[in-house]
């Protein structure tokens, strides 16, 4: 890898060279110098050239964007906590999303054959009320169906506890098994 | 001074190639080269000379080493490899082929029908 000092030498040692070649040739020193610069075109140009050319030049370029941001975000600071802060709530906001999504639709269940569970309803004419299975229809399914292995079902039914000082409501939770 | 003409677009390193050909040589002195060999008609900017000359140092056609110049001053030295040296015979021979062919067409005269 070779250094912009080093390319730097070499142009100086170019023009010190040609000076030499036109100081020889009788032409008087202080103008040499300055010919030999002027033929030597944009030395600029040529320097911007070689340090473009490098291979990690993209990295240096990185490293000055980066300290440009900080001083930028240094100087305007309310604005900087604005957007920090807007990015801290949309990631914070996203994640929790995210994290919701995978638990409740990606992962399976966690349980053995987890992944095996799933729900049945019935469905019945717009307006008809109610949406419970008739617990009779739970064993009519595990004899008929061929698609499940077995079918469970559950109904709460609310109860008064009214073994403290004032009664309660609880709802009691009632669980079939499946076959 | 005669008229002098700048050079041609992607010339530069086969002109580099082919002085390097007589020996190693800094970039100043490869500049006077071209210009001497080229009968003082072409016009290297020696600025350009620099890049073009890490380019071909980059692709393993030269190699460059600090050294001093016949009057004591330090530079940095090229010299050919053999993979330069067929890259000189590469561009060389496209450049005859390429100089042949417009050269033809140059020289076309109106066809009789």
């Not at chain 1, 709460?156 to 009691?172: C, F, R």
């Not at chain 2, 086969?14 to 100043?28: D, T």
């Not at chain 2, 008609?41 to 890490?54: E, T």
């Not at chain 2, 393993?60 to 000189?88: D, E, I, P």
Request: proline residues 4%.
């Amino acid at each position: 890898m070779r250094s912009s000092q080093d390319f730097d030498d070499e142009i100086r040692a170019h023009i010190e060279l040609e000076t030499d070649r036109l100081i020889a040739e009788g032409v008087p020193p202080a103008e040499a110098a300055a010919r030999a610069r002027r033929t030597f075109g944009n030395e600029t140009a040529v320097r911007e050239r070689f340090n473009e050319s490098q291979r990690w030049y993209w990295l240096s370029q990185l490293v000055r964007d980066f300290r440009f941001a900080l001083r930028s975000m240094r100087n305007h600071p309310i604005s900087a906590m604005a957007v920090v802060g807007t990015f801290a709530l949309g990631i914070g906001a996203t994640s929790a999303i995210v994290s919701v999504i995978d638990t409740v639709l990606l992962r399976p269940a966690p349980y053995p054959n987890g992944e095996r569970l799933i729900a049945v309803a019935e469905t019945r004419p717009v307006g008809a009320p109610g949406t419970t299975v008739a617990s009779i229809k739970l064993e009519e399914w595990n004899r008929a169906s061929k698609t499940i292995q077995g079918a469970a079902g559950y109904y709460t039914e609310s109860q008064s506890d009214t073994t403290g000082a004032l009664p309660e409501t609880v709802i009691e939770n009632w669980r079939g098994d499946a076959v | 001074m005669s008229t002098r003409v700048p050079l041609l677009q992607g010339t530069l390193d086969l002109l580099i190639l082919k002085i390097l050909i007589f020996g190693e040589q800094h970039g100043q002195g490869i500049a006077r080269a071209i210009q001497a060999e080229s009968g003082e008609v072409l016009l290297v900017d020696h600025g350009s000379l620099y890049p073009a000359l890490q380019r071909l140092e980059d692709r393993g056609w030269v190699k460059a080493q600090w050294g001093v110049s016949a009057n004591n001053r330090k530079a940095r030295f090229y010299t050919m490899t053999a993979a330069g040296r067929q890259q000189l015979h590469r561009e060389a021979s496209e450049w005859e082929k390429m100089t042949a062919a417009i050269g033809r067409v140059l020289a076309a005269q109106a066809k009789e029908t």
